[in-house]
Structures are given as C-alpha cells and as structure tokens.
C-alpha cells in the first residue's frame, strides 16, 4: 500500500504588506499551523512565502516546527556579477525550502518566458530548493485547451532540469485576483490531467499539483481528491480563513487515508 502525499496549503503574500505587518504575519500563520492536528501529524504539509526581505527572520520564526518557508523568485543564474538578484544558493543557506516561479505576473510585468522559467526552475532544483511552477492559460476556455496551455508550460520549464520534486501550482491567469476561482469541474479536469503526467515521470518522484487563483475556505472540499491542496494569496490574510482551509486539508487527508493512498 502506497504511503499518501502530504496534502498541501501554501500562502504567498506577494507585496501587501509592510515588512513588520508581513513578520506578525509570518509568527501568527506558524503559531497556528504548527499547532494543527493534520499539520502536527504530518498529513498537511505548509509553506508560507513572505517577501525577500522578511525571508531570514521567517525561516528563524519556523525553525523546529514543520512549516517550511519559501521565496517568491530565485535568480536563474549561479552566483555572481547580477544585481539585485538573490541566487537559489543564497536562499537555500538561509533555510528557504521553496521557491515560486513563473507566476503570471512575473511573466507578464517583467517580461519572463518559458526559457527563463526554465532555467529559474534547474537552478532552484540544483540547490534542493522546490519549485512552486506556476502553470495556467491566460483566457477562459473549456478544459481541453487548459490542458494543451498548461502542458506545455510544464515542459518548457522541466525539459532541462535537474531531477526533484516540483510543486505545480495551477494558476488560470484569468481567475487571479477574480472574486470567485475558476469552476470546480475545470479545475478538477486539469489538475487530474497533470497529475496523471507527473506520476508518469520518474524524474518527478514525489510532486504534487496544488490550485491558486483566488481560492478560499470550501473550496478544497468541492475539489476533493484530484488536486494535492491549494495555493492562497488573499484569501489567507485572516488566520480564521487559514485554519479552515487546514482543517479542509486534514479531511481530505483523512479520506485518502482510508482510501488506501
């Protein structure tokens, strides 16, 4: 019998905070995850992404609990002579656990495509660091074509890179920052799609597909069991909001536990 992945919540908080408001933040969102019963027992897996400059005291605010912190880039360079970036080697050193890479606004603000993703995606992977992928198409349509949008996206960024576990979080560009996420069959139909092509990469051993763009409370129960968890953004500003979207993972959890994995 198959061991079940951890289900997992991960929150990033982009650029809505200052950086004391972000490290109260930070302590609250650790305090109240780690104290979790799916969490402690290690069925509900939690990342929390700040901004750069919150990252060191964020990982010493996680030390000893299972809470792991990630940042929301990473240099696609070893390091050396490029300002202002911050290399997965530097993160790694301070304890970041995760990165995020190729969000929707990051390609379409700054300008990143597919190779840059790519190679953000093998540095991150070099230095044991895991990469959050964002994927997703940039219009509605029906799911066929997400699938076909995301796919690529996926191979683009894995072709090249080293071996490891990634985190494919399962952004539609147009449902980020929308009132409501995208319906749940589509999202069930391409987060199933892209599982079923993870488990079919021995490279890949070990990675889940999580969905963001403006998800909230209720919705990992609609999903249920084709997606590995969820990515919050908003959403996750309340701690109650957060807590009820672990108490959803600890019963998603749950069931696939008695469903055998």
Known sequence: MSVPSPVLVGVSLKMYFGHREALDWIRRAVGLAS??????????????????????????????TPVLIGAQDVAASEPGPFTGEVSAAELAEVGVR??????????????EDDAVVAAKTASALRHRVTPVLCVGESEPGDADAAI??????????????????????????????????????????????????????PARAGSSVIYGGSAGPGL?????????????????????????????????????KAAGG
């Not at 080293?162 to 589509?186: Q, T």
């Not at 990992?220 to 959803?248: I, K, N, S």
């Open 148 to 201: 076909a949008a995301t796919r690529r996206q996926v191979r683009a960024a894995l072709a090249d890179a080293p071996r490891g576990a990634v985190v494919l979080a399962y952004e539609p560009v147009w449902a980020i920052g929308a009132a409501e996420p995208a319906p749940d069959a589509h999202i069930r139909a391409v987060c199933a799609a892209l599982r079923a092509d993870l488990a079919g990469d």
């Open 98 to 111: 995760v990165a995020e890479i190729g969000h929707a606004e990051r390609r379409r603000l700054f300008g």
């Open 35 to 64: 104290a979790h019963v799916g969490v402690r027992s290690g069925d509900v897996g939690v990342f929390l992404i700040p901004g750069y400059l919150a990252v060191v005291e964020a990982a010493d605010a996680a030390a000893g």
């Open 220 to 256: 990992l129960t609609r999903l249920g069991d084709d997606v590995d968890g969820l990515f919050l953004g908003r959403f996750a500003h309340d701690p109650a909001a957060l807590t009820a979207v672990l108490d959803e993972a600890t019963a998603l959890a749950a069931g696939r």
